[in-house]
């Protein structure tokens, strides 16, 4: 059975530093969303998220002990038409991607990016 793909909203960025510093601060680990990227795949515009994020390895640096950054990114979807007459005045929309196409998706998407990120994770 094929799992139903929903319809999201276009994620937004905010600032990196201060995002980083409040989910430090809420989860004990910081994170940030910093760039919002699309690329173009055979099925249309695949929109993911690059991230930041302290890692599990735990470093000394002059200033005392800190963790290790990863960088990666966060596959959201593909870019959609809003539906409706009026969409070009709605939001735009992001379809989310099965569990059964993932796969596929990530490695069509790692095979085109310049460097590989340390993690990949999907909405």
């Known amino acids: 059975m094929r799992e139903q793909t929903r319809l999201e909203n276009w994620p937004t960025i905010s600032d990196p530093f ?16 910093y760039a919002l ?26 200033l005392g002990f800190g963790r290790v950054c990863e960088k990666g990114i ?9 539906p409706g007459f009026l969409g070009f005045l709605k939001a735009r929309k992001i379809r989310t991607i099965s569990e059964d196409q993932r796969e596929s998706i990530q490695a069509e998407l790692l095979a085109r990016l310049n460097k ?4 990949v994770e999907f909405w």
């Open 18 to 33: 201060l995002d980083a510093v409040a989910t430090a601060e809420q989860s004990g680990t910081g994170s940030c969303n």
């Open 37 to 62: 990227r699309t690329e173009r795949l055979p099925e249309g515009n695949l929109v993911y998220l690059r991230q930041q994020r302290e890692g599990e390895r735990v470093v000394q640096t002059p």
């Open 74 to 82: 966060i596959i959201c979807g593909y870019e959609v038409k809003t």
């Open 116 to 119: 590989a990120p340390d993690y």
